[in-house]
């Protein structure tokens, strides 16, 4: 008999469930904080066992409304997202954008080898640079069908946008809500150190654009040894792409897809310049969506209908999202956040100051399987890995490349709200997603390893 593997909602409500009852184990424990800066850090001397909260079955019932809750703004932009998209689709913009591109894939060799590598660049860029995480989402819808016109697959599509910029944000040199936030945390000149960072960066990105190329040129030669074989023949059944009869794109395709980009733009100009986070970016899109769906010739009927069918369509994904919350709301419920990483902490001292700063990565991994935010993990365990650093020979410049590489893990776990958002939104069941994964994840583990090496013999500030 075939074992059937869960689907990502059983998976993720499982993991809510262990969690639940690690609550009952673990003993609760606090770290007091202090005010630096006008900002609450913890004090790492200041470790003390309190009373636990053990998460009971009200509590795990109770995680996914206030998943909801929490993480609303992510949930709500997702949704804002979809409904804009599927405006964006209804213009048939996207479309003619596709067929242009497959054309001159299929007649430039320059185009054919250029595609993969450049794209994952610019996103790893948007990572390294503005700390793009929550805005690679909407380039799923994009990507994905490019990918399939290609003769790709929705893995390809997936990979593109998300794992260019995840790797562009775990390897980052500019990013300001992780390395400068952990620098800060950490006592060091924030964006000090970006040369070797940028060293760093370009290595990730290298290998993240040859493992994809080499796996797209794979699949291209044999489309069955795709993950997503099945799906993709069914998508491409839905895309209907013909590009016999494709004359070009018309001028009202060039206005919205001209508009889209400047919106795209506008993004980035926000983010960097004017500290924008979702509310504003989720307002932009629905500025977008308005604008777009007048030009494209939609009357008020179709724009709204479009939207609110783009927005049913993401429901799913709401709902995933929700469940990789609790997790992280039972566990700080209970007070065992804390506890779990004291508990950690010895297993970083190590007689060599490599060993010492490769256990960090490794316990940063870990801990990113509970705490996502880049911003949220620095202020939790920087306080406690910087003087920690200084005990065991480490600098503190690579006490922060050690948190940053443990974020590298963020495109597998299933506690991540980003990743199963974008699964869901690409129709990619998890586990499927986390089996073509492992090969690469090991990769960077072992990238990660070796990068923190020189830091370590280079004694680097």
């Not at 490599?354 to 256990?359: G, H, I, L, R």
Request: hydrophobic content about 55%; overall charge neutral.
């Amino acid at each position: 008999m075939k074992l059937r593997i869960p689907n990502t909602y059983v998976l993720v409500f499982a993991i809510l469930a262990l969690i639940a009852l690690a609550t009952w184990l673990i003993p609760g424990g606090k770290y007091d904080t202090h005010l630096v800066n006008g900002k609450q850090l913890i004090n790492p001397a200041t470790f003390h066992y309190i009373d636990s909260k053990p998460q009971g079955f009200a509590a795990l019932m109770m995680a996914p409304i206030k998943g909801f809750a929490e993480a609303g703004l992510i949930i709500g932009f997702i949704l804002i997202v979809g409904g804009t998209f599927q405006v964006l689709h209804k213009t048939e913009a996207i479309d003619a954008m596709i067929k242009s591109i497959a054309k001159a894939y299929t007649h430039s060799s320059f185009v054919r080898a250029a595609l993969i590598p450049v794209f994952i660049t610019l996103f790893s860029l948007g990572g390294a640079t503005f700390g793009m995480n929550e805005e690679a989402i909407p380039f799923i819808l994009i990507f994905v069908p490019l990918a399939l016109a290609l003769g790709y697959d929705t893995i390809t599509g997936v990979s593109i946008p998300f794992l260019g910029s995840q790797v562009g944000f775990g390897a980052a040199f500019l990013n300001p809500f992780n390395v400068g936030i952990a620098q800060g945390i950490a006592g060091i000149p924030v964006f000090s150190g970006m040369s070797y960072r940028l060293i760093c960066w370009v290595v990730a990105t290298a290998i993240t654009a040859a493992f994809m190329m080499w796996y797209a040129a794979r699949i291209k030669r044999n489309p069955e040894l795709s993950p997503t074989y099945v799906l993709d023949q069914a998508k491409r059944k839905e895309s209907h792409l013909d590009l016999s009869s494709f004359e070009g794109m018309t001028l009202k395709h060039k206005v919205v897809l001209a508009i889209f980009a400047a919106s795209l733009l506008g993004m980035v100009v926000g983010v960097v310049k004017f500290d924008w986070y979702i509310e504003q970016i989720a307002a932009l899109f629905m500025v977008m969506g308005i604008v777009i769906g007048l030009i494209g010739g939609l009357d008020s009927d179709e724009l709204v209908g479009a939207f609110i069918q783009g927005a049913k369509d993401l429901v799913g994904t709401a709902l995933v999202i929700a469940l990789a919350r609790g997790t992280m709301i039972l566990a700080r419920d209970a007070n065992i956040i804390d506890t779990m990483l004291h508990g950690l902490l010895p297993l970083v001292q190590s007689s060599s100051p490599v060993f010492a700063a490769q256990k960090m990565f490794g316990i940063q991994t870990v801990i990113n399987f509970f705490i996502h935010s880049g911003t949220g993990q620095a202020s939790l365990t920087m306080p406690i890995m910087a003087p920690l650093a200084d005990l065991v020979g480490v600098t503190r410049q690579t006490a922060v490349l050690a948190f940053q590489f443990g974020e590298l893990t963020t495109p597998m776990i299933p506690t991540s709200g980003i990743t199963v958002g974008v699964l869901a939104l690409a129709r990619v069941p998890w586990i499927t997603w986390a089996k073509w994964m492992v090969p690469l994840q090991l990769i960077y583990a072992v990238m990660a390893l070796l990068l923190l090496i020189p830091p370590c013999l280079m004694h680097w500030q």
